[in-house]
């Protein structure tokens, strides 16, 4: 145990053919991942059933704490069935979009295609743009034609490329009226429930009303509780005790998504910066800076922030990254990232366990030299009533280790609501959250730098302080003379309030 590694800035990784196994996902577990995605776009119930008991039993083994994220697919448009040698569109070929299935492609629909979803074909507008297969094929809509089952719309392609059956539909400019849960969509929902998944993340976010139909139907299936609307910088945790609640994320990935930004903010519980698509619907050359500006609004508001897609992509095939990679993984953990996350790198990747490892030594540097210009102590997040209290102690918390260079931050958890709070401070220490309930443990995993820790729940606040005492010294985590800070209720049995800071020096005696 003196090895133990506390890490800071946590990594996701999605699970898929190339770390399906309970040994692979053991090794990613070593080398530093902390929760794990479920991509919903890909696979069958059966094979998340698979998952799900492999991820377990790897969680097992390992001994670590490790969420669980179900990230629903959404409403991605696709086009239809396209002939097997796929149809190459050149710059000028004029192209049809129609309601009727069809091959694309095939004698008479030589550059006429169907879609899965026929409503666009509708609501696109001349003059709109249209993306195909993440921005590689550009049209414009040019004209519409017919009415009904027979409508169509003409375009004529910007930039082309080989087009093959289901690739991606983005429409930038376009105001779609697909809905923000598909049938498919709700189906995952329930299996997430009755699975006991820790997060959801939910895509192609518009609007703060895509949130509320999520919520709305969390909550009927009682994984949310009525009353509980707007969550601030404790994820929702501080008023509620019970295992069954799941926390949703919102991928920002759409043009609207930005313009509503603040309203998202303030009906999600997390965020994703998902800059696949933000990438295809958006300037390219903006990515970069819409990044930064959503990890900051997160900060400002006290959500979580995950920065995803791309982030060591070369290493689905190589062993080593670029340096430019390298670069883009540290400039979102400087900008603040509660969570990296990794996608075709360790779903289908060569080297699933050489990219955590990798992306673990880059965070475990840019995290120790963001130490030495931490500068967000006078940041606090204002709330009214009980919550203000909270937030207010966990900015005085990150002033107080500053001050005594603090070894640890400890906190005994029974809701998490305070530990979540702490970790919205960007505290660069280490932040042990000690706790009964095993469900809020895996959640808090996934949260900057809190590393979760199952124990009995104390008798007395001294009687903890001297067990985290013992447990600092036998594993060599600390040596007499270090500070820790540990915040707690008092009585520390009394739950819905923390209202007690302690600095410990380990080693002295405590007493009632």
């Given at each position: 145990?003196?090895?133990?590694k506390f890490?800071?800035?946590?990594?996701?990784?999605?699970?898929?053919?190339?770390?399906?196994?309970?040994?692979?996902?053991?090794?990613?577990?070593?080398?530093?991942?902390r929760?794990?995605?479920?991509?919903?776009?890909h696979?069958?119930?059966?094979?998340?059933?698979?998952?799900?008991?492999?991820?377990?039993?790897?969680?097992?083994?390992?001994?670590?704490?490790?969420?669980?994220?179900?990230?629903?697919?959404?409403?991605k448009?696709?086009?239809g069935?396209?002939?097997?040698?796929g149809?190459?569109?050149?710059r000028?070929?004029?192209?049809?979009?129609?309601?009727?299935?069809?091959t694309?492609?095939s004698?008479?629909?030589?550059?006429?295609?169907?879609?899965?979803?026929p409503?666009?074909i509708?609501?696109?507008?001349a003059?709109e743009?249209?993306?195909?297969?993440?921005g590689?094929?550009?049209?414009?809509?040019?004209?519409?034609s017919?009415?009904?089952?027979?409508?169509q719309?003409?375009?004529?392609?910007?930039?082309?490329?080989?087009?093959?059956?289901?690739?991606?539909i983005?429409?930038?400019e376009?105001?779609?009226?697909v809905?923000?849960l598909?049938?498919?969509?709700?189906?995952?929902?329930?299996y997430?429930?009755?699975?006991?998944?820790?997060?959801?993340?939910?895509s192609?976010?518009?609007?703060?009303?895509d949130?509320?139909?999520?919520?709305?139907?969390?909550?009927?299936?009682r994984?949310r509780?009525?009353?509980?609307?707007?969550?601030g910088?404790?994820l929702?945790f501080?008023?509620?005790?019970?295992?069954?609640?799941?926390?949703?994320?919102?991928?920002?990935?759409?043009p609207?998504?930005?313009?509503?930004l603040?309203?998202?903010?303030e009906?999600?519980?997390g965020?994703?910066v998902?800059r696949?698509?933000?990438?295809?619907?958006?300037?390219?050359a903006?990515?970069?800076?819409?990044?930064?500006h959503?990890?900051?609004?997160c900060?400002?508001?006290?959500?979580?922030v995950?920065?995803a897609?791309?982030?060591?992509?070369?290493?689905?095939?190589e062993?080593?990254?670029?340096?430019a990679?390298?670069?883009?993984?540290?400039?979102?953990?400087i900008?603040?990232?509660?969570?990296?996350?990794?996608?075709?790198?360790?779903?289908?990747?060569?080297y699933?366990?050489?990219?955590?490892?990798?992306?673990?030594?880059i965070?475990?540097?840019t995290?120790a030299y963001?130490?030495?210009?931490?500068?967000?102590?006078?940041?606090?997040?204002?709330y009214?009533?009980?919550?203000?209290?909270?937030?207010?102690?966990?900015?005085?918390?990150?002033?107080?280790?500053r001050?005594?260079?603090?070894?640890f931050?400890i906190?005994?958890t029974?809701?998490?609501?305070?530990?979540?709070f702490?970790s919205?401070?960007?505290?660069?220490?280490?932040l042990?959250?000690?706790g009964?309930?095993k469900k809020?443990?895996?959640?808090?995993s996934?949260?900057?730098?809190?590393?979760?820790?199952?124990?009995?729940?104390?008798a007395?606040?001294s009687?903890?302080?001297?067990?985290?005492?013992?447990?600092?010294?036998q594993?060599?985590?600390?040596?007499?003379?270090d500070?820790?800070i540990?915040?707690?209720?008092?009585?520390?049995?009394?739950?819905?309030?923390?209202?007690?800071?302690?600095?410990?020096y380990?080693g002295?005696n405590?007493?009632d």
């Open positions: 145990m003196a090895s133990e890490l800071l800035t946590k990594i996701i990784a999605t699970l898929g053919p190339a770390s399906s196994d309970v040994r692979m996902i053991k090794k990613l577990i070593a080398a530093g991942v929760a794990f995605r479920i991509n919903f776009s696979g069958s119930f059966s094979d998340y059933d698979r998952l799900l008991v492999n991820i377990r039993a790897a969680q097992k083994q390992s001994g670590k704490y490790v969420a669980i994220l179900g990230d629903l697919s959404g409403p448009i696709r086009v069935k396209v002939i097997d040698e149809v190459k569109l050149k000028g070929d004029e192209v049809i979009f129609q309601k009727k299935e069809i694309g492609g004698a008479g629909y030589e550059h006429t295609f169907s879609t899965t979803f409503p666009f509708d609501e696109v507008n003059g743009k249209i993306l195909l297969d993440d590689n094929i550009e049209m414009i809509c040019m004209s519409k017919g009415k009904g089952k027979n409508a719309i003409h375009c004529k392609v910007r930039n082309g490329h080989l087009l093959t059956s289901a690739k991606g983005n429409l930038p376009s105001n779609l009226s809905p923000s598909t049938e498919k969509d709700i189906e995952c929902v329930a997430a429930v009755k699975n006991e998944f820790d997060f959801l993340a939910l192609f976010v518009r609007s703060d009303k949130i509320r139909v999520l919520k709305k139907l969390l909550t009927q299936y994984v509780p009525d009353g509980l609307d707007i969550t910088g404790d929702g501080s008023t509620l005790y019970d295992d069954d609640f799941i926390p949703v994320i919102s991928k920002i990935e759409k609207q998504a930005i313009e509503n603040d309203s998202i903010l009906e999600t519980d965020i994703m998902a696949g698509d933000l990438g295809v619907e958006m300037d390219l903006e990515v970069a800076i819409l990044q930064k959503i990890v900051q609004k900060s400002d508001f006290g959500k979580p995950i920065v897609t791309q982030m060591l992509q070369s290493m689905i095939i062993p080593v990254p670029t340096r990679e390298v670069s883009d993984v540290a400039n979102a953990i900008d603040g990232a509660d969570a990296v996350m990794l996608s075709g790198e360790t779903a289908v990747g060569n699933p366990e050489e990219t955590v490892k990798m992306m673990n030594r965070a475990a540097k995290n963001v130490k030495n210009i931490d500068d967000n102590s006078d940041d606090l997040i204002k009214k009533g009980p919550l203000n209290r909270k937030a207010t102690m966990a900015r005085g918390v990150h002033q107080i280790a001050d005594i260079k603090a070894k931050i906190t005994w029974h809701s998490g609501g305070s530990t979540v702490l919205q401070q960007r505290i660069e220490i280490p042990l959250a000690f009964e309930n809020r443990l895996s959640q808090l996934l949260l900057y730098g809190i590393t979760p820790m199952y124990m009995e729940q104390p007395s606040g009687n903890f302080i001297e067990k985290v005492n013992g447990l600092l010294i594993n060599k985590w600390a040596k007499k003379g500070a820790v540990i915040v707690a209720s008092e009585p520390i049995t009394k739950r819905g309030i923390t209202n007690r800071l302690v600095i410990h380990v002295e405590i007493h």
